[in-house]
């Protein structure tokens, strides 16, 4: 069953919020009086289409189907989750509230992206303040997984736990804070950092573009691999936090900074503020900078999912969970067809400079779809512990079609013929009904011991035998056979 996501409050964030539940296979009603709202939606979408994808190994799910309704009512119809998103004022959330609760189904969760706002003040005069709490994300709510789970005494338990999942289940790392506080955990310790920035620009200490350098050059890299407490362990050498604390504690009450003290916020300030960051970013749209910013954060985000660390560890992790269903669509059985045994999508690091699939992503496409096969007849890695492989021993490919960013793509396998030692396997690689690439290729079944070819075990060799036998009716490959070169 395709489930159903409410959106109300079609802005930044709540753009964000409709393209993750919608890329995650859930259907999208927004609710969002602007007469901008599809358009501006409908870009944010497709710098959501470009850059998700991109971090997950394993191909999206088929999108949701995305809806603009006329009413709240309207949007939170039959919704199994409910984000608001409207403008930082409590009367209007207070409204919003009303609005949802009179036609929303009993329990279900209503998250509100507030930064600042407690689930008590959220919850002040509702119908049912049960099924409201805080799930603060931070923007681009389509690529960073967090969001700042609040809830309050009068929360329903069941329904924050349920909360939790869903937002698991989209990729998302639901942070509960255990007590509500204004501002929640992160925006207060980003405000210390923002008052400070302002000091240093209004008493001409840097410019925004130079605090910009010393986060983004220095710490701003280990916060996001480490966050704050992890790195200052670090920073105590062997002796560990410990020491950090006793070197560094007495500079908490030296006149570092003006924590406490905000300089006057007038339309001076202001005007230096914007005039500076015009200097620094001007030159970009701000459709150019998000992308820009995507793209950053899809090869930062990367590089921790290849370590399993920080945020890219709940890349993994959604990865995993979505794998097991994904992969269930691979064929099983023996039949008189080619088998379905890999699906895959174009990642970043798989194209050239010409944008197309680069040529080793062609033989990797190859292999997971020959270590699908193997695994399937029994010779998997558990097989390769017990001292038996099958080793390539020969290789062709054909490049047939071309290969993009995000394409889809699917590997299939016909066995031309197989005996204890050895097959001779046909991989298509079919993006939708065309093939992009053929591989043909020869495998030799190997005693890792002696390093020399010897017969499978004969559990491996029946189920290899029986996959060959239903595929010996099936009419040679066109392009089996080939020389390189060879005319058509």
């Known amino acids: 069953m395709t489930r159903k996501a409410a959106i109300i409050g079609g802005g930044v964030i709540g753009g964000g919020w409709a393209a993750r539940f919608l890329l995650n296979g859930w259907n999208v009603s927004v609710f969002d009086p602007d007469p901008q709202a599809e358009r501006k939606i409908s870009e944010v979408m497709a710098n959501a289409r470009a850059a998700l994808p991109a971090l997950s190994d394993v191909p999206m799910c088929a999108e949701g189907v995305l809806s603009f309704a006329q009413t709240i009512t309207e949007a939170v119809e039959g919704a199994h989750y409910i984000q608001e998103s409207v403008s930082e004022r409590l009367d209007l959330k207070h409204r919003v509230f009303a609005q949802i609760q009179q036609s929303a189904e009993l329990g279900t969760p209503i998250g509100s992206s507030t930064s600042g706002f407690k689930p008590s003040e959220l919850q002040e005069n509702a119908a049912n303040p049960a099924t409201i709490f805080v799930a603060h994300p931070f923007n681009p709510v389509y690529l960073l997984p967090l969001a700042e789970v609040v809830p309050s005494p009068k929360s329903d338990p069941a329904v924050i736990e349920n909360a939790k999942t869903i937002l698991r289940e989209i990729g998302m790392f639901p942070l509960h804070v255990r007590k509500e506080i204004d501002a929640h955990i992160a925006d207060r310790f980003l405000e210390a950092v923002w008052r400070e920035a302002l000091w240093l620009v209004k008493d001409g200490i840097a410019t925004t573009e130079e605090i910009d350098e010393a986060i983004r050059m220095g710490f701003g890299l280990r916060w996001g691999q480490m966050g704050l407490f992890e790195t200052y362990r670090v920073a105590g050498g062997e002796a560990g936090?410990?020491?950090?604390?006793?070197?560094?504690?007495?500079?908490?009450?030296?006149?570092?900074?003006?924590?406490?003290?905000?300089?006057?916020?007038?339309?001076?300030?202001?005007?230096?503020?914007?005039?500076?960051?015009?200097?620094?970013?001007?030159?970009?749209?701000?459709?150019?900078?998000?992308?820009?910013?995507?793209?950053?954060?899809?090869?930062?985000?990367?590089?921790l999912k290849d370590r399993n660390w920080g945020a890219g560890k709940v890349l993994r992790e959604h990865d995993a969970a979505r794998a097991v269903a994904f992969h269930a669509e691979i064929d099983t059985a023996p039949k008189a067809e080619p088998l379905v045994l890999a699906h895959m999508?174009?990642?970043?690091?798989?194209?050239?400079?010409?944008?197309?699939?680069?040529?080793?992503?062609?033989?990797?496409?190859?292999?997971?779809?020959?270590?699908?096969?193997?695994?399937?007849?029994?010779?998997?890695?558990?097989?390769?512990?017990?001292?038996?492989?099958?080793?390539?021993?020969?290789?062709?490919?054909?490049?047939?079609?071309?290969?993009?960013?995000?394409?889809?793509?699917?590997?299939?396998?016909?066995?031309?013929?197989?005996?204890?030692k050895r097959f001779r396997s046909f991989v298509r690689i079919m993006k939708g009904d065309d093939c992009v690439a053929t591989i043909e290729q020869l495998c030799l079944h190997v005693n890792m011991a002696t390093g020399k070819s010897a017969p499978a075990s004969a559990e491996v060799w029946g189920k290899l035998k029986a996959i060959a036998d239903g595929h010996a009716a099936l009419p040679l490959p066109e392009g089996a056979g080939r020389a390189v070169g060879q005319k058509k």
């Open 241 to 303: 936090m410990k020491h950090f604390m006793a070197q560094f504690g007495p500079c908490l009450t030296w006149p570092w900074t003006k924590l406490m003290d905000v300089p006057e916020f007038n339309d001076e300030l202001v005007d230096l503020i914007a005039g500076q960051s015009d200097a620094q970013s001007g030159h970009h749209t701000i459709r150019e900078l998000e992308r820009i910013r995507d793209s950053n954060l899809i090869g930062f985000l990367r590089a």
């Open 345 to 420: 999508q174009v990642l970043p690091v798989w194209i050239d400079y010409n944008g197309h699939m680069t040529e080793s992503r062609y033989y990797f496409a190859n292999s997971e779809t020959v270590d699908a096969f193997l695994r399937l007849i029994g010779a998997g890695m558990d097989y390769v512990a017990a001292g038996n492989s099958f080793y390539s021993a020969e290789t062709h490919i054909r490049h047939l079609g071309e290969a993009k960013l995000g394409d889809k793509l699917t590997g299939t396998i016909q066995i031309i013929s197989a005996d204890e």
